[in-house]
């Protein structure tokens, strides 16, 4: 069993940054896929960016390309979120998640482990 605990929201004017971070307690494997998602205000949710745990492999949503990076510490599982130059249209709960899939996925239904949730505002 995984627990994820995200950090890091709060309200930013546009142009800012924000970094995320999220701990994960129990155990994560080579091939497993850390995520984040987010769900805006009458959105549904949506695949942001993710990497492969072993490989560090990175993949992204193409409106943040070039915005937003994924990071790792493996020695201290956690995953972070990087978040630079952010616009109005990011504003959402941005969540962590965990893929025990050996392959990347940009589906919700494929990640098994879900923190709570962090809030991120972006005002214009």
């Known amino acids: 069993q995984v627990q994820l605990a995200e950090s890091g929201g709060g309200l930013v004017q546009a142009g800012g940054s924000l970094r995320l971070s999220c701990v994960a307690s129990?155990?994560?494997?080579?091939?497993?896929?850390m995520g984040w998602f987010r769900q805006g205000p009458g959105k549904e949710r949506e695949f942001v960016a993710a990497l492969n745990w072993r490989l560090n492999k990175k993949f992204y949503t193409d409106s943040v390309k070039g915005r937003f990076t994924i990071s790792r510490d493996a020695a201290e599982n956690t995953v972070y979120l990087q978040m630079d130059n952010l616009q109005v249209e990011d504003t959402a709960v941005y969540y962590c998640?965990?893929?025990?899939?050996?392959?990347?996925?940009?589906?919700?239904?494929?990640?098994?482990?879900w923190g709570q949730g962090t809030q991120v505002t972006v005002s214009s």
């Open positions: 998640a965990l893929s025990k899939s050996s392959y990347i996925s940009y589906q919700v239904g494929s990640y098994a482990y």
């Open positions: 129990g155990t994560i494997y080579a091939n497993d896929f």
